[in-house]
């Protein structure tokens, strides 16, 4: 139930940014400060997304088979391979890694 | 002297429209070139969704109602680590800031008042602004940048209809086939969310992109985990992003509006 509220909370504060945009004056963008921090909100949330997901798990510390996973996808972006090219590569070297070394 | 400058040469509306039908076939290509790709992408958000322990009518609704690749992402992977929902709400929130500064800079092209406004703010997002600017681009390339205008709403409108309508198929037949799948950590799906994250911001790191930021973020999350509880680190992180870009200082990149 509580997953629902998350899903309808972010899903309708989304869409409030969105029709937001549409509406409010466009001097909005005059001011250099909302330039900056908007331009770096995705950057640092991205950022701690990737860390956070790749060597935490349940807010511990977790060193295993998915930094090999995320290593090679940072190789194939580096190399601008297409987006699912990139998740499926991930995955697959993470699942191998697995299979070699159960309990990575 | 004769010139085949346009403003010395008016040409009838044949001309027009032999000018404008080339352009209209390059976007229309382009458009489904993107919502094809991005189908694809929405299958494995699909999938994740599910075997990150959201329902398939949950999943089915992110991708309706929230319509946003990056937020998405960031709402199942806070909860499929075992944040707090409201913490991965907020998350794809303010992943989804930028939509309402795209939203800004297409207000004058779009001119969408009235009834026509809320639906076509749904269409707001990364992929349909990159082709409204690429729209007009076109049009100026073609030497006709009378028709920027028009090609920039052609730009967006056939990438948004495209990209909705399969971003939503992808999504069902990844949240419905997944029930099918084994465990996400056999397949390395884990991996996939961190990896799909890495893809999107690699773009806004390149050309003197906020390196340093970005860095100073994913330490202070990671520094943060084991302290306070799950989805937080993130948001920590974002708060790193609004004092940085608060000051004036030069670790926030050169192009700051991209």
Known sequence: MTLWIGVLVGS???YLLKLAGLSL???VLANVRVQRIAALLPVVLLAALVAVQTITD???????ARIAGVAVAGFAVWRRWPFL?????????????RLVWPGS | MPSDDASSDPRPPSAA???????????????????LATGAYAVSFGAISVASGLDVWQTVALSAVMFSGGSQFGLVGVVAGGGAPLAGALTAVLLGVRNGLYGLRMAPLLRAGGWRRPAVAQLVIDETTAMALAGQQEAV????????????????????IALFTLWNLGTLIGALGAEWLPAPTVLGLDAAVPAAFLALLAPRLRHGGPVVVALLAAAV????????PVGIPVLLAALVGVVV?????????????R
């Open chain 1, 85 to 97: 090219v990139v998740l499926v590569l991930a995955a697959a070297t993470t699942a191998l890694v």
């Open chain 2, 17 to 35: 429209l032999a000018a404008w039908s080339p352009i209209r076939t390059r976007l229309r290509r382009d458009a489904f070139g993107i919502a």
């Open chain 2, 245 to 257: 870009g608060w000051v004036p200082n030069r670790l926030a990149g050169q192009d700051a509006l």
């Open chain 1, 12 to 14: 309708i504060g989304c």
């Open chain 2, 221 to 228: 999350a990671v520094a943060a985990s084991p302290f306070v």
């Open chain 2, 141 to 160: 390339d073609a030497g006709r940048p009378e028709l920027a205008d028009r090609a920039g709403r052609f730009g967006f409108f056939a990438t948004g």
């Open chain 1, 25 to 27: 004056p466009a001097s």
């Open chain 1, 58 to 64: 349940g807010g511990r510390l977790v060193f295993d």
